[in-house]
């Protein structure tokens, strides 16, 4: 089992990851991940423990997870409620999704709402168990069950410990930035919202007095939390649930937040919504992927079986190269593809940049 170097969090660290340098859809071959002490000087000298160098490192996304239908008879055993696609996870050295249910057994349902998700407290304990080290709960399911369900949630993440953005008690909780130090790099990452159903927008905004879902409808508070997150770290991360429903292309909303975001201090921009996959490049000098599409999803068919995993190789602070893995979802859970039918997928993939306004295959 992996485990890294942290700080603040108990990810891991271990020796470097080797990911070929390549650009929109490169190649790599991640290894597991492992602890390695880092050397401390004399006991009797005054100075302080020498600091971790900073290695290499990857970073691994997949898109939107929930345990409804066939899906949640999985979690009688977490260990394995997720397949084959943990050991993906897991060779990462740090790895995250979206959680797109509330974390309870009871609560309100939300008036109006078509779908509403909700899952035990033993789906982090899963995501844990894959290899996933992160996950945002900032999206337009994560208050399905309202204000009880969000307590439940919050009672969960606090009992099991378990990192989750984009949710909190109040608004300074909801948009703080996760830290965490692997490989001597520090990572801050935020989660964030721009997908609400209007009608529930005041119910589930976190505010200064109240508990709720980072929204990054207001984009001077999200542009403010990117740049906080900024101070004191090497690489900041952020997550969105953002886009339209079955559009492969980017909006017009999408690019400008992430250009917004892009100039506030964030080197990886990432997200979804769209169900599918949508395009990913460089913005300059960051990473930007609009739609990760759905990932541990019960009823993904079609188009919506379409998924992968996202591997990043960051170095001195900056991503020098990506990798997007295709995979399709059989049974709600996602299996990477290979030879023929991964290369077209991945061919498919790249031609999504296109509509993306603009990134480009490799960093400038």
Known sequence: MRR?????????????LALAACGGGGSGTPEAKGATEQPRKPA????????????????AFGGDVHFEGVLRPRLANPSTALGPIARTLRAADLSMVNLETAITTGGTKAPGKEFAFRAPPSALKALKAAGVDVTSMANNHG???????????????????????????????????????????????????????DHLIP????????????????????????????????????????????????????RQLAKQLADAGADVIVGGHAHIPQGGGYMGGAYVHYGLGNFVFYSA????????????????????????????????????????????????????????????????
């Open 143 to 197: 208050m399905d069950y309202m204000d009880s369900g969000l307590r439940d949630s919050l009672r969960a993440i606090k009992s099991t410990g378990f990192p989750t953005v984009g949710i909190g008690r109040n608004a300074d909780e909801a948009y703080k930035a996760h830290r965490v130090t692997v490989k001597g790099n520090r990572l801050a990452i935020v989660g964030a919202t721009q997908v609400l159903d």
């Open 44 to 59: 009797s000298s005054p100075a302080s423990p020498a600091a971790p160098a900073k290695q290499p490192i990857t970073l």
């Open 301 to 364: 068919n079609g188009q919506t079986a379409n998924s992968g995993v996202l591997v990043l190789r960051v170095q001195d602070g900056k991503v020098t190269a990506d990798k997007w893995k295709p995979a399709r979802i059989s049974g709600g859970l996602p299996r990477l593809l290979t030879g023929a039918a991964g290369a077209a997928e991945l061919k498919r993939w790249k031609g999504l940049r296109s509509c993306t306004g603009g990134l480009t295959a490799r960093p400038s």
């Open 4 to 16: 890294n170097t942290v700080v603040m969090t108990a990810l891991g660290g271990a020796a470097a």
């Open 203 to 254: 119910a589930w905004t976190a505010t200064d007095s109240k508990g709720g879902l980072a929204s990054a409808k207001n984009v001077p508070r999200m542009v403010q939390a990117v740049k906080d997150a900024a101070k004191g770290s090497d690489v900041v991360i952020v997550h969105l649930h953002w886009g339209a429903e079955l559009e492969p292309c980017a909006t017009p909303v999408q």
